[in-house]
């Protein structure tokens, strides 16, 4: 594990580069349970111990003692497996504040979905099966049901989804996908419509927690992973856009309610401003 790392994106403290969160205190809690700070339980057979939640407890604990307690304002955010701890501790955070507090979550490449892979089966289902209840860790079945303002940032054909759920080597043994994995204009029509069919099932899945006003979404048709922790796709000339309003700007409108923002993008191939992950 590394032993620093850089605050960019919406961590950074540079006006030019995050103009409405630049002078926040921020903090970064590093990721180390393997389950988006949620696993209480143990395997004694196989000397497996899923201590998140009570990380996650003693984090907010420590914190809420230095001081975050007396903030006027607060902002739960993470990207990819902090993006998906953002929605399972969303309300939980929200509790440990006054009524007075302003807090919002922020879940940044976190909704992970149940989807079928190429070869038919179910990549992150089988994964957890066993370890996790399935209908509680899959964010999909979660978002509607959270109570404290919510902010989705996802990148509509998720870099990582594709490479690890959708398209992993075991589904694909043949090779079959590789060059569409790897450079899309290799792709054939069906394998674009898989694509598609992969983000209507985001959009299916955002449906009834797009509808509450409390909530803001920015979905692109980018291949990407995790866009509000990097300086190039967070506030840059060329970040990523829809509608000509970038990430930081509409995650700035939303949190201090400057104008609603349900931002969904067209589909892929329209945007070019996208920063895609290149895949191998």
Known sequence: MVKSINFTGILSNKAEENPDFYNWNRVRVRYCDGASF???GQNEANKLY???QRIWLAAMEELMAKGMGNANQALLSG???GGLASILHCDEFKNLFPETTKVKCLSDAGLFLDATNVAGGHTLRDM???VVTLQCFFPQNLVSNVKTPMFLLNAAYDAWQVDQSLIPSLADPHGL????????????SSQIQ?????RNQMLDAVKI???SNQNGLFINSCFAHCQSERKDTWYENDSPRIGNKGIAVSVGDW????????AIDCPYSCDKTCHDVILK
């Open 38 to 40: 949620a696993g209480e």
């Open 255 to 262: 949190f201090f309610d400057r104008t609603a923002v349900k």
């Open 128 to 130: 957890y099966e066993g």
């Open 194 to 198: 898989f694509f598609q069919d992969f």
């Open 50 to 52: 899923f201590r998140g």
């Open 209 to 211: 927690f797009s509808e």
């Open 79 to 81: 990207c990819s497996a």
């Open 177 to 188: 996908w590789r060059a569409c994995k790897t450079d899309r204009s290799h792709c054939n």
